[in-house]
């Protein structure tokens, strides 16, 4: 088997370059090859070039980083049945890997190289704004919590201290008042306006946030919440058992929310609006989001 890592040393918010030598030694005598990541999605396309002149063999991709180098792996092995994704997970949220427990549970290379792989599923999203399709392993979400994602990267650009925490007065007003419309498997589930809405085969997003807590990621359905638009303080009310991952299972907040296990969803608005894509963020007025189910191979420590 070739050992492919992948290596994210700004991850972490930089913590990631010190593991570099711990990573090096241990692939030291076995059939391996080490990429440095140099910019945001330059190791799809790697990847993806790497898979294509390796198709006899069998490569086992190792993310090492956060988040956007799991999603970034995940894209470039698309199509590819002779690979399999294995996180070393030292970022910052660290979001997909709390699924199956969390950070620590994939941070014992010894352990990932005698693990076993198995199938789970990606949502591709696809629109007239994308130059091609993305694949999300995780979570897509928009409304409140993109907003506050995009003005949030802007803000950070601009040299901002908190970029993100200064970003959310600007979404509670401007996510709050959104017309996104929603369909899953043909049903409309909104004809009102909406604070947000999660895509999901993960459970975890924005680093604390247990959005969608009965999601399965290798049940070929996606998890779709959506929450309606209510008053300030009632949005507050939500937010401390959204946080939680109760919000699905206290009646009292089923009136403000709508859940679906789903295909196929669509996504439209009358302007242009953000996506999240596991972190990524795209915009546009039209997306289809469709369940692929066993898409990829990953690899899970214990099993």
Request: glycine share 10%; charged share 30%; net charge positive.
């Given at each position: 088997?070739?050992?492919?890592?992948?290596?994210?040393?700004?991850?972490?918010?930089g913590?990631?370059?010190?593991?570099?030598?711990?990573?090096?030694?241990e692939?030291?005598?076995?059939?391996?090859?080490?990429?440095?990541?140099?910019?945001?999605?330059?190791?799809?396309t790697?990847?993806r070039?790497y898979?294509?002149?390796?198709?006899?063999?069998?490569?086992?991709?190792?993310?090492?980083?956060?988040?956007?180098?799991?999603?970034?792996?995940?894209?470039?092995?698309?199509g590819?049945?002779n690979a399999e994704l294995?996180?070393?997970?030292?970022g910052?949220g660290?979001?997909?890997?709390?699924?199956?427990?969390?950070a620590?549970?994939?941070?014992?290379?010894?352990k990932l190289m005698?693990?076993?792989?198995?199938?789970?599923?990606l949502?591709?999203?696809?629109g007239p704004?994308?130059?091609?399709?993305l694949?999300?392993?995780?979570?897509?979400n928009f409304?409140?919590?993109?907003?506050?994602?995009?003005?949030?990267n802007?803000n950070k650009?601009?040299?901002?201290?908190k970029?993100y925490?200064?970003?959310?007065?600007?979404?509670?007003m401007k996510a709050?008042f959104?017309k996104?419309?929603?369909?899953?498997?043909?049903e409309?589930?909104?004809?009102?306006?909406?604070?947000?809405c999660?895509?999901?085969?993960?459970r975890f997003?924005?680093?604390?946030?247990?959005c969608?807590?009965?999601?399965i990621?290798d049940?070929?359905?996606?998890?779709?919440?959506?929450?309606?638009?209510?008053?300030?303080?009632?949005f507050?009310?939500?937010?401390?058992?959204?946080?939680?991952?109760?919000?699905?299972?206290?009646?009292?907040?089923?009136?403000t929310?709508?859940y679906?296990?789903s295909?196929?969803i669509?996504?439209?608005a009358?302007k242009?609006?953000?996506?999240?894509?596991?972190g990524?963020?795209?915009?546009?007025?039209?997306?289809?989001?469709?369940?692929?189910p066993?898409?990829?191979?990953l690899?899970?420590?214990?099993?």
């Amino acid at each position: 088997m070739k050992n492919l890592i992948i290596f994210n040393g700004a991850a972490g918010e930089g913590a990631a370059a010190a593991r570099f030598e711990e990573i090096k030694k241990e692939f030291e005598g076995m059939d391996h090859e080490i990429h440095l990541t140099t910019a945001p999605k330059e190791a799809i396309t790697f990847i993806r070039n790497y898979l294509e002149a390796n198709k006899g063999e069998k490569v086992r991709i190792y993310a090492c980083g956060g988040d956007g180098t799991v999603h970034e792996c995940a894209n470039g092995m698309v199509g590819y049945d002779n690979a399999e994704l294995a996180i070393f997970a030292i970022g910052t949220g660290n979001d997909f890997v709390k699924y199956y427990g969390g950070a620590e549970k994939f941070l014992d290379l010894k352990k990932l190289m005698k693990a076993k792989s198995h199938p789970v599923d990606l949502t591709k999203i696809e629109g007239p704004s994308l130059d091609e399709p993305l694949y999300s392993i995780n979570v897509i979400n928009f409304g409140f919590d993109a907003v506050v994602g995009a003005v949030g990267n802007k803000n950070k650009e601009k040299g901002k201290k908190k970029p993100y925490d200064k970003a959310i007065p600007v979404a509670i007003m401007k996510a709050r008042f959104n017309k996104i419309i929603v369909t899953a498997d043909g049903e409309q589930l909104n004809k009102k306006k909406m604070l947000l809405c999660t895509l999901a085969h993960g459970r975890f997003v924005g680093g604390k946030f247990m959005c969608a807590p009965h999601s399965i990621n290798d049940d070929g359905l996606i998890d779709v919440c959506l929450l309606k638009t209510r008053c300030l303080f009632a949005f507050l009310g939500i937010l401390g058992p959204y946080t939680e991952g109760k919000h699905l299972d206290t009646p009292k907040y089923r009136k403000t929310l709508e859940y679906r296990r789903s295909k196929v969803i669509d996504i439209k608005a009358p302007k242009d609006v953000d996506i999240c894509v596991d972190g990524e963020m795209i915009r546009g007025s039209e997306f289809k989001a469709t369940s692929m189910p066993g898409a990829i191979k990953l690899v899970i420590p214990g099993e």
